[in-house]
């Protein structure tokens, strides 16, 4: 699996939009991009995934660049309850393949 | 149930006693993940069960871990001899056998080796 690079924490203020910046250089043309996020002492919840084209749904946004080398999650409106741990996950869709977690971002949301 | 259970949600045992952690998937995934989180640190992947293939076990640290999988369903991951290092939250996760599923973590157990 490709390996993902991301900064280890951002800060973000409560009602703005928080953008998470992933980068994948070595993607591979079968490999999709998965956001994941893990508040304290829960266990990882699944946000959204993509491929290719721009995604969304009820919790954020998926831009993934036209090379496919970088991505960015959107949320558009951060909560105090958004504070977590995100992580950026590429992996190989075919079968018999596991999810490699990185160290992920920390985002702070500040009133 | 209608997401990934683990039991039990803590474990304190002595160092050098066998531990059972056990993982009930989502009802139908096919795929059953293992990993590891020790304090203030990532997810460590531990091992992987797919339907009926062997399971990838390149993720397990040394022959005390050992995993099993009876019946596509339930997991049960064992830690023989445990020591302190193996202090940590093991955390199990499935998924359906669609090539681009996401993967549901339960809430994890959290073993102290004292």
Redo the contacts between chains.
Sequence with gaps: DAKTTQPPSMDCAEGRAANLPCNHSTISGNE?V?WYRQIHS?????II?G?KNNETNEMASLIITEDRKSSTLILPHATLRDTAVY?CIVRV????N???????TKLNVKP | GAG?SQSPSNKVTEKGKDVELRCDPISGHTAL?W?RQSLGQ??E?LI?F?GN?AP?KSGLPSDRFSAERTGGSVSTLTIQRTQQEDSAVY?C?SSS?L??T???????TRLTVV
Excluded: C, I, M, R
């Design positions: 999709y998965y829960q266990g990882p919840q699944y995934h491929l992580y869709v075919y079968n018999f596991k999810f490699y977690f990185g160290s992920g | 990934v993940y990993y990532g997810l992947f992987y797919q293939s990838d955390l996760a056998d090539l681009n996401e993967a549901f973590f339960g809430q994890g």
